[in-house]
């Protein structure tokens, strides 16, 4: 066998998808999660709202060439019950480096793996999916570091979400903190696109299901 070419990698197709959101099972908000592509340039845009309790806006600039994608801009913002936070990250392929700026305090990372944000990472593994590619060792750029962010497939299984009843592929993020946790269960016939998330972060439980494809 010899090994594909650039050319014939597969890869994920721009979308817009709608979700129900739900903090701590109780409160209910939705969220909207955009793929979009213009030239050589991918968007991902993803704005979570529940009223009076929670808002996260996450966007994330990045190129895939092939297989890979490479991010180059990225900013969350968070609200949850009172808290919040900024974060933004500036990715520098050609000088492997990554600038994080967070609560006013830049930091600038040496990037010798390639290196993602949420969102462009959701998208390498989506592609790594895809193209039969997948192998759980990744790396993210946080406050002040590089950090290496294992995965793993844990299965598949059929799930429904108000959107439907889908095949879906369980991903889950390996977190070294028994605090946290983060599930994903991917839908090969939509590229992989999220059916539904599930995250504990400080204790607060929040969950994304899919309720329409525009």
Do not use: C
């Not at 721009?14 to 213009?38: I, M, Q």
């Not at 913002?77 to 009172?82: D, E, R």
């Not at 994080?100 to 793996?113: E, H, P």
């Amino acid at each position: 066998m010899t090994a594909p070419t650039l050319a014939s990698a597969k890869t994920v197709q721009p979308s817009t998808a709608d979700y129900s959101f739900t903090v701590e099972d109780k409160y209910k908000g939705t969220a909207t999660r955009t793929l979009s592509k213009s030239g050589n340039t991918w968007k991902y845009n993803v704005k979570a709202r529940v009223a009076g309790v929670a808002s996260a806006s996450q966007n994330s600039t990045f190129t895939i060439n092939g297989n890979n994608v490479s991010p180059t801009q990225a900013s969350t913002t968070y609200k949850l019950l009172g808290m919040g936070r900024t974060h933004k990250l500036d990715f520098n392929p050609s000088s492997k480096k990554v600038t994080s700026n967070y609560k006013g305090k830049s930091t600038t990372m040496n990037m010798s793996q390639q290196a993602f944000d949420d969102l462009s990472l959701e998208v390498q593994i989506r592609q790594d999916l895809l193209n039969g590619k997948f192998s759980g060792n990744y790396y993210m750029a946080k406050k002040d570091k590089i950090e290496k962010t294992p995965f793993k497939k844990s299965g598949s299984t059929k799930i429904t979400v108000p959107a439907g009843t889908f095949d879906t592929v369980r991903v889950d993020r390996v977190h070294d903190d028994d605090s946290r946790s983060t599930s994903f269960w991917l839908a090969p016939s939509l590229d992989y696109m999220p059916v539904k998330v599930s995250q504990i972060n400080d204790g607060k439980k929040m969950d994304l299901e899919l309720t329409k494809i525009n």
